[in-house]
């Protein structure tokens, strides 16, 4: 018995697991605020203000060092919105990507079931290889298949008396092309994640370089003011 088309559509898609929790994410803005807050602690302490400034760090290095910390979490937050952009955007093409390989799996099915004995036109519709599983196959298989069939008024009519007609095969051809669509916008998506994520690591490392000068600094001039220290350090 060859199955409907609508009894193919509903084979159920297989699960996806959640991806996990970033903790590496929070780290690192947890150490931007941290040294946010060690700056606007330092300028708010005028003791210690006066004891970092030999050092170079008067009011004007620390508002640097605050714009340091600044693009650093411009920077992250840059990260985070293009990670976003990019889960949405190939959330979109695996969903799209779904859809499109069931209309295929009932037009491939349907039609090998129909044309078993008629290997001509199993060959003109891309019928007698194996599915195929890479996606920029996938498309182009499916669309040549599509293309046969509408070209081809015999097969068309025979898909047509078993549900599989010209409205569903160009509805299904539509798919693709928006197919395609969402596989473009996900491989911007993730070019412009990777470049975020190149920027986020430069301006982390600045900041990290120059909280890191500004503690050996700190280390060096409050060596004999304990209480300093303890302040700077809190």
């Known amino acids: 018995m060859i199955p409907s088309p609508r009894e193919l559509r509903a084979q159920p898609a297989p ?51 605050q714009g340091v910390c600044e693009r650093a979490l411009n920077a992250f937050t840059a990260r985070q919105e293009a990670g976003g952009a990019q889960r949405t955007a190939k959330s979109a093409q695996d969903s799209t990507a779904a859809r499109a390989r069931v209309e295929y799996r009932a037009f491939r099915s349907l039609g090998r079931a129909l044309f078993k004995n008629d290997p001509g036109t199993l060959a003109a519709l891309g019928l007698t290889d194996p599915a195929a599983t890479d996606l920029q196959r996938f498309v182009g298989s499916a669309m040549n298949g599509y293309d046969a069939a509408l070209g081809n008024p015999a097969a068309l ?22 197919l395609q669509g969402n596989n473009a916008a996900h491989t911007q998506a993730r070019a412009a994640a990777r470049q975020a994520t190149t920027d986020r690591r430069a301006a982390t490392k600045a900041m990290d370089d120059w909280m890191a000068e500004l503690r050996a600094a700190a280390v060096t001039v409050l060596r004999n003011s304990p209480d300093m220290m303890a302040r700077f350090q809190s």
């Open 15 to 65: 699960a996806r697991a959640s991806a996990p929790h970033n903790l590496q994410d929070q780290r690192a803005l947890d150490r931007i605020n941290q040294n946010t807050e060690l700056l606007l602690r330092v300028q708010g302490d005028a003791e210690l203000l006066a004891a970092l400034q030999p050092a170079g760090y008067d009011a004007a290095a620390l508002r640097e060092g």
């Open 157 to 178: 009519s025979a898909l047509a008396r078993r549900g599989f007609g010209e409205q569903p095969i160009t509805a299904a051809r539509a798919l693709l092309d928006t």
